[in-house]
């Protein structure tokens, strides 16, 4: 049987990448489909994951999902179609929010009579259109109005994994797709305070901690500005991450809603003091695009490099020999340091095909980022040893038979902590302080990214708006926690010298 | 905080469930919103499932997620849209499926000029309507077309979790909705007998072990007449149960699809001999039907019978006492029981509310179909006892504190054999062998479900379509193996008197 997670391995060819320091976009989209992570579809701008790429989704997954259980969250599935006059009923959602929706206009083909095909049959019209759900505040408020009454039937803290789809023009794999999965979690509570200290949960409990436990990736913990925030929310906390190229990338929402969906679709309960109150809310969401995230952050010219904690193989072993009498050897040693390294948890497979030379192996592991390798030899074997060779850094070492699933376990914590550390340091050395426009101008000055600039900021979306015509940057957000003392003390705007609170984070962003 | 379970308690009121002997229909349809499985929402035909039912559905996900890769599959994730023409490739895809689809025919709203409202910009016409995925046959082998080039990329086993949407005219909570959630595995292989091994091995290892070791529901496996069978495929194996109202519901099925969609789709590959030759194909899928199934198969009069095995809440604690010294002295004993149980690995929830009598508590919680309740009260505590109550029989016994664990984690193994051991023998005492057609138009004489008539027929479609006229019975399975020796025998067609191989199952069906 072939290998299940890469049961198409033979279609991605594995010629190398464009190097990405010369052409990230182009070295980014490649390695998507050579990693077998993902793949364009007929249908525009839809992708198809592929199963490696799928088993790094469930792995993330299922880590959310534990979390969002461990603070108390349940699921529940709510309808792909919205009413298209259900988005019209929150004012700033309707006229804020995208507009790029799939539209379902009629429910019914037929055959042509003038021909072999299917056409849409004029008579099965719908008497209102459905929207495919871009994100599902609305049909989920709708539904919350019947089930909540009384402050009794509050909290309500319900997530749910699903497909949204938005007709982005310009689409990306995993970046910016008009099919994407994620989860969304939407939230009822009975004051504005319960409200704000979920959506912090979520920020803090959850998000910011698989991103840095989980993806290995630090990210920035903030409050976004009145123009980049969710259309419908009073406010909109963030993790920004900062790519390779030096670019911001949102990486989670999490939206307090204040009492704005629940005036839209008159959701009251009675409270404590028995009078009626519309409910509060919030709702949160990170998606596939984290998968995105997760190369930028720390792929390199050979492919993925994926965090042991989300790899779906940790470890592949690679027998060699060229007659069946070797193989018997170096398989049966390779099998049996598989058993044990899964009795230990470890994701682990034997590569054992025969028509592909060990180098090949190498390089098709290395692209689909496997973190550990082992190398096992006749001329290993008969010196009771192996090889086992890191993926984020290329380190090779030799190690007795006996080490060697202890030091490929081992190595699983030591690169999960290595590629966040390197991540980390790389932020901070391009992370600056910028306090004259002129600066600010140079450091945008180029094409491509430029890093995180802390600036003062006058805190007007005109200002803001004025700032990303002069020089592509927007304001990522603004931090919750200042990541150098100094940035939470007050200054003058970068661009009109008016007062600023405290630092924000500059960036061109994806 | 709110029971994350059942957040929104209060809202289905407990007043109990039409009787099921009398009105199976109405007592099926306020249970499910009744026992918090799943509620209307504002889209015709398409439901919420809600966090008890989610539970649930989620229980079952993880089982047979778990079955399909320890027989090799893999998951994958495909376009929710289908390009309208690929529906109209495989002549009889798009001949016998269903043409009830939601049509995608725009991608933009705009503000309406004439009002607050939004509208459908009619400049954003797709040149081809895209159809939501009834099924998605097509997409995915429009895509193996591209993957798949030699025997060397064959197996694929992939399968994918996933919405799809049937624009059904009249529909039920779970049993048939216009958007539903299920799994649909799609695998390619070099030869027939391989594909034939594939089908076999999803009907016998996946859906029928799991229909009957999860979900306690006895099963028939069969295979569909050529009327019955997916339209597109070269033949179809399901398993079929039987619902407490003496109907057949299909519970899964698994398609061998021969070359047909690799015809449809070019998808051809170099075999072992270097020749040129068409994929062979198979396709299989359970959905949230399986809910529906399992309510119709064991629950009663007071709500959910559920399975152990895929109860949300397997165990409830109910401790009582009206004043705060009682409630610390049951809730301390209920809660040191309910850590044992976790420990344990069992699903286990202690009801502390204070306003709601222990009555009331029973009640809400057989309805939920929670399998076994601990009541913990004082004069039990005096007594070093508590009350342990099976949810299947209604059986109380009183047991010493200590054996208390021991017996709510015994009781859920018998209860998961009793209730199939029960569905059997109703099975078994509602299948009945007929050989003349006055006995089989008797059988079917009433309005409601005639169990399972085992009868002989002539193979033709035109006869399987006589009988159904005449009686509303169809054709459910050809079984595979005999229910009895003798129904294997040759005998004569009970409609026509031709010659019949063997006996096939005749009932009306959900």
Partial sequence: MANPLCQNARVSSNLGLPNPKEDFSGWYNELVVKADLADHSAVRGCM?????GYALWELMQRALDDMFKATGHVNAYFPLFIPKSFLSREADHVEGFAKECAVVTHYRLKADPNGGGLIVDPEAKLEEELIVRPTSETVIWNTYAKW???YRDLPLLINQWANVVRWEMRTRLFLRTAEFLWQEGHTAHATYEEAEEEALTILNECYARFAEEWMAVPVVKGLKSENEKF?????TYCIEALTQDLRAI???????LGQNFAKAFDCKFVNREN???YVYATSWGVSTRLIGTLIMAHSDEKGLVCPPKLAPIQVVIVPMGRDDATRERTHGASDSMAAELRAQGVRVKVDKREKESPGFKYNYWEMRGVPVRIEVGPRDLDAGTCVI?????GEKQTVALAEAVATAARLQTEIQQAIYDRALAFREANTRRVDTWEEFEAAFAGEGGAGFVL???DGTGETEDAIADKTKATIRCIPLQPLDPGDAEPGRCVLTGKPSKQRVIFAKAY
Same sequence: chains 1, 2.
């Fill in 389 to 393: 060779a890191r993926r984020d850094n």
């Fill in 48 to 52: 198809v994951i592929k199963p490696h």
């Fill in 250 to 256: 949102q990486a989670g929402t999490s939206h307090h």
């Fill in 231 to 235: 259309a419908g929310a009073d406010h």
């Fill in 455 to 457: 600036a003062h900021w």
């Fill in 148 to 150: 909540i009454q009384s």
């Fill in 275 to 277: 009078q009626l109150e």
